[in-house]
């Protein structure tokens, strides 16, 4: 598959995903239905807060990925220097 192919790929299954109703749109509904507008920026906030805790998640995750990597690099340059 190429590259052109893939992100053509992506950005459909990215697209159905975010343009189609879930449990999140309905439970904004209920809620909206009861609550008013604040109940929106409720439940706008808390998936906030989940999306934020999962990026952050993944950043520190690769970050000590990447730091592993630099670290087992640097430690094979210095056995092989040694020897």
């Given at each position: 598959?190429?590259p052109l192919?893939?992100?053509?790929?992506?950005?459909?299954?990215?697209?159905?995903?975010?343009?189609?109703p879930?449990?999140?749109?309905?439970?904004?509904?209920?809620?909206?239905?009861?609550?008013?507008?604040t109940?929106?920026?409720?439940?706008?906030?808390g998936?906030?807060?989940?999306?934020?805790?999962?990026?952050?998640?993944?950043?520190?995750?690769?970050?000590?990925i990447?730091?592993?990597?630099?670290?087992?690099?640097y430690?094979?340059?210095?056995?092989?220097?040694?020897?």
């Amino acid at each position: 598959m190429n590259p052109l192919e893939f992100a053509g790929e992506v950005i459909l299954v990215s697209a159905s995903g975010v343009l189609s109703p879930g449990p999140l749109f309905f439970i904004n509904i209920i809620y909206g239905s009861k609550q008013g507008i604040t109940a929106g920026i409720k439940i706008a906030f808390g998936h906030t807060m989940v999306e934020f805790s999962v990026l952050k998640t993944k950043f520190y995750s690769a970050l000590l990925i990447s730091l592993s990597t630099i670290l087992a690099f640097y430690g094979v340059y210095i056995i092989l220097k040694i020897f």
